[in-house]
């Protein structure tokens, strides 16, 4: 608990690090009646109503089995890899991106780990989202990069604070991160919003980091853009995976992509710094490369539909069920990822502190595990993810109801 009591800044602290603490202190109070369901963790495969396609593992046996992608491949990513995403990314672009624009990374995290690395100069800051995801705050703490956080608005679907980036920005400030779909509020922005957005880097003349690991998987009344379509008004560093839209987190097949047709991020200086990067860094497994051209055209569109339709359902349950609880409140509903954001009210509960120690009681009662909203850098709220089988995600928030009905005041 002291563990948990000690945190308080985003940058301090990794998701996996509260959840395992949650988990390792379930135990001390666990009714063994009650199978452990968690709610905190984006990772669908957990559960069996969340698989990847046929051809992505037909793809990857094919590879493995050939004996043709055993050894060491360039350290920027197999050629047939880089074309395959950057034709992949161009359907939704208005413009073609080439090979050369693609630099293959292990998982996203990696992508934002070069992404900052090459960003990085002293004196630099980047903005970043509030809430957001933590490993950002992380890796800019790492490279002495300063991390000034604006908000997300959540009375307008977490739209950002566009007045307060301008307000955090200056001469030393070298990019923004928005993520859309967003992680962790699960909303989806609208094509104007990102203009905005666009239109606003332009104007302090920063380059757009743009976290697209849950690109597509988008099931409300807005379509997923990407931040791409933007390029031509500000440079734009995209990163994605394989990770989320196939279901497939422990793949590790991820990618940093320059969207940038004036050439801003194609100068012989920036180039250099970036394979420089991925030498140090490495790559995911060559086998795994050597697939993504038959995973991404042998995909059928039924697999996609499928998995969100299946995420649509389950984060109606959430409002649904929310709307139960008096002390927490869901300011909009998720339009699409696998996760979002419901505000906590301490107010109307007894012995409960915070989201810290909501959550840690929670797990400790009722075996339900719920990430605290500090983790993301907002404090008394809670993320819930909802990529959860139907069933598991419904009783799971019918023991959260028990225990807020418990402590209430």
Known sequence: MDDLQELEAPRNITIKGILGLLMANISSGKDDSKQVISLGMGDPTAYSCFYTSSAAQDAVSSALTSANFNGYSPTVGLPQTRKAVAEYLSLDLPYDLQSDDVYVTAGCTQAIEIALSILARPGANILLPRPGFPIYGLCAAFRHVEARYFDLVPEKQWEVDLRAVEDLADHNTVAMVVINPGNPCGNVYTYQHLKEIAETA??????????????HLAFGDTPFVPMGVFGSVAPVLTLGSLSKRWLVPGWRLGWLVTNDPDGTLKTPKFVERLKKYCDICGGPATFIQAAVPAIIQGTQDVFFRKAISILKQTS??????????????????????????????????KDISDDIDFCFKLAK????????????????WLRITYAVEPTCLDEALKRLKSFCQRHSV
């Open 202 to 215: 332009k104007r302090l003349g920063i380059i757009v980091i743009s976290d697209e690991v849950y690109g």
């Open 316 to 349: 109606d349950i959430c409002c649904q069920r929310i709307k139960e609880i008096r002390c927490i409140t869901c300011p909009c509903k998720p339009q699409g990822s696998m996760a979002f954001m419901v505000k906590l009210n301490v107010s109307m509960l």
């Open 365 to 380: 009662e009722e075996s339900v595990i719920i990430l605290p909203g500090i983790a993301v850098g907002l404090k008394n």
